[in-house]
């Protein structure tokens, strides 16, 4: 039920993005979500790609330092309350959001919010027993390009 | 408890060659003492600037009757040998000479050394000396990764190593892939290069798919820019090699002026061909064994190019407490910074060796890492970059940004002024494959 995603580190200044999207534009992978967050100085770039061991494998190549972390991503109805509900569900437990962000999957339309959990595997649990189901990686690439 | 590759290794027999190493200290005084009186008379009889400088205090080869008498000699700098360049200062005709080195000159023309037939020998046997005191000998496969051709690092350890009965693989230095493919393919088991070269090795290896700790490599033997025992941990820990200290330069001999003993508490000088002081490097007076300055050598035993209290300016201690190893050689404390290396900011002396070990206290920091200074405003602004590496990262802002303050202040502590510590990309920094550049000065004087 977990998501893999890339976490690179860059230095904030003209062309540090380019260049790592290009690198997986060459080498056909897939990107289904980007998102960074940044300071002055420096940013760090979220990815979640299709084959992500071989964009971190090809990324480390060329001299970027990558972090795998485990993203929950849950389909939200396109609906006042719908992140509320997610939450909620989440509320009396030990999990924490570390971060977040939505994207669209471009077939169905449908939103979608990625979160990063301090535990994952509590979360999904927690989130299942208030009827909520984190979409698989299958079911994310099912609806990405190839 | 673990054996680690080295615990693993059978005990070293005594090497012949090492027996110098051992001698009683009268005995030594007295060959020193011996050998002072033939370089002086030489230098004087064949170096103009020498016997110039000699006349200038009204002192001939004769007022040289003890040991103590060296500090009335002249001093000899760097600057001696390029305004002389570039064959003043030799003592021999060419005709003698078999073999002309030079250094990398920073600023305009090189330094030039020579040496005889004889000097080579000397050379050689000090690099001899100098394997045998970290426990190698015939047997041992040789990656020497110093570089060959002008630079001393290369062809000294090469004839040393040789003449151990070592095999040697004269690989030089740079191409760093392959390096790591002849380290594990030829099965080496000791390795000689620059420190920061070897942090350079062990970084590259995952990607060239070699495990340094499972080779048989068990020794390294690493020189030619300053260094820290921070450094030589992270070495043994990532690499889990014995990692030696060797000191050497150009102007005295090359590599081989002092080397370290399996007790790795300091390089032992070896006193029968190099003698040692310490002086106050502002005053030019000599510091009592134990007190930090800058280090003076004067050689005593080269024909082709006498160097009489040549200096060095290496900061260093000399300790005449015994070794464990038994040898009666002094042993210079690591040097860790160079005279010339120190920069003042906003009045304060600063080494870069102060802001490794800063940044090494932190947990995980590897020492790639540069230091920028500039001038804003009409004051001094010292930045410090320093790469990211997979062990730091963490893949939250707050987490970058923890790691960013806890430099800065590791930083403050040690050095005594703020510094802006700036995260960049890994490999962006100019790695050294020879002598590292740790000190960027774009201040506009």
Redo the contacts between chains.
């Keep these: 039920m977990k998501v893999k995603q890339l976490?690179l580190?860059?230095?904030n200044q003209p062309g540090a993005l380019s260049r790592p999207v290009a690198l997986l534009a060459k080498a056909k992978l897939n990107l289904l979500t980007l998102s960074i967050?940044?300071?002055r100085?420096?940013g760090?770039l979220?990815l979640i790609v299709s084959e992500w061991e071989k964009a971190k494998a090809l990324l480390e190549?060329e001299?970027?330092?990558?972090?795998v972390?485990e993203m929950v991503a849950i389909e939200v109805a396109d609906e006042p309350g719908g992140l509320a509900r997610v939450l909620e569900a989440l509320e009396q437990t030990p999990v924490n959001v570390?971060?977040m962000y939505g994207f669209t999957l471009r077939r169905e339309g449908k939103g979608l919010l990625a979160f990063?959990f301090n535990d994952p595997d509590a979360a999904i649990a927690a989130l299942r027993k208030k009827g909520v189901n984190p979409v698989s990686s299958v079911e994310l690439f099912k609806g990405a390009h190839p | 408890m673990l054996m680690t590759k080295h615990d693993a290794r059978q005990n070293r027999s005594f090497h012949p060659v090492s027996a110098p190493d051992f001698l009683p200290l009268p005995q030594l005084r007295e060959l020193q003492l011996q050998r002072l009186k033939a370089i002086v008379q030489r230098a004087d009889e064949h170096v103009a600037l020498f016997r110039k400088r000699m006349k200038e205090r009204g002192m001939t080869p004769r007022d040289v009757q003890s040991l103590e008498d060296i500090a009335r000699l002249p001093f000899t700098e760097k600057s001696d040998l390029r305004d002389t360049y570039p064959f003043g200062l030799f003592a021999s005709p060419l005709k003698e000479i078999v073999r002309l080195h030079a250094s990398s000159g920073t600023t305009g023309k090189p330094i030039v050394v020579a040496y005889t037939q004889q000097d080579v020998q000397v050379w050689t046997n000090v690099m001899l000396r100098s394997f045998a005191a970290c426990g190698l000998h015939a047997g041992d496969i040789i990656q020497n990764a110093y570089g060959y051709g002008l630079f001393t690092g290369g062809l000294g350890a090469h004839y040393g190593a040789e003449a151990l009965g070592a095999t040697v693989i004269p690989i030089s230095g740079g191409n760093t892939q392959r390096q790591l493919m002849v380290m594990k393919d030829f099965g080496v088991t000791a390795i000689c290069c620059t420190p920061s070269y070897f942090l350079h090795l062990i970084d590259q290896a995952p990607e060239a798919g070699v495990n340094i700790k499972e080779l048989p490599l068990h020794t390294g033997v690493f020189g030619a820019e300053p260094w820290t025992e921070n450094m030589r941990r992270r070495i043994e820990e990532d690499s889990g090699i014995k990692a030696y200290d060797i000191y050497g330069l150009s102007e005295i001999i090359g590599p081989g002026v002092a080397m370290e003993c399996a007790c790795q508490a300091g390089p032992h000088v070896f006193e029968d061909y190099f003698y040692p002081e310490i002086i106050d490097s502002r005053t030019g007076a000599p510091c009592p064994d134990g007190q930090e300055g800058e280090l003076v050598l004067t050689t005593l035993g080269k024909e082709a190019m006498p160097m009489i209290r040549y200096r060095t300016r290496d900061i260093t201690a000399l300790t005449a407490e015994p070794c464990e190893c038994g040898r009666t050689l002094r042993r210079i404390r690591r040097i860790s910074r160079r005279a010339d290396d120190m920069f003042i900011i906003r009045g304060v002396n600063v080494y870069p060796s102060q802001i490794e070990t800063a940044l090494l206290n932190v947990e995980g920091a590897l020492p790639h890492y540069q230091i920028i200074l500039t001038r804003e405003k009409g004051l001094d602004v010292m930045e410090v970059q320093v790469e990211v590496t997979p062990e730091v990262f963490g893949d939250t802002v707050g987490a970058l940004e923890r790691l960013q303050e806890k430099l800065g202040k590791s930083i403050e502590t040690t050095v005594g002024l703020r510094a802006n510590v700036r995260l960049v990309q890994p490999r962006t920094l100019q790695r050294s494959e020879g002598k590292a550049k740790r000190v960027l000065d774009q201040r506009k004087m």
């Design positions: 976490s580190f860059l230095e967050a940044d300071t100085q420096f760090i979220r190549r001299g970027f330092v990558v972090n972390a570390q971060y990063r």
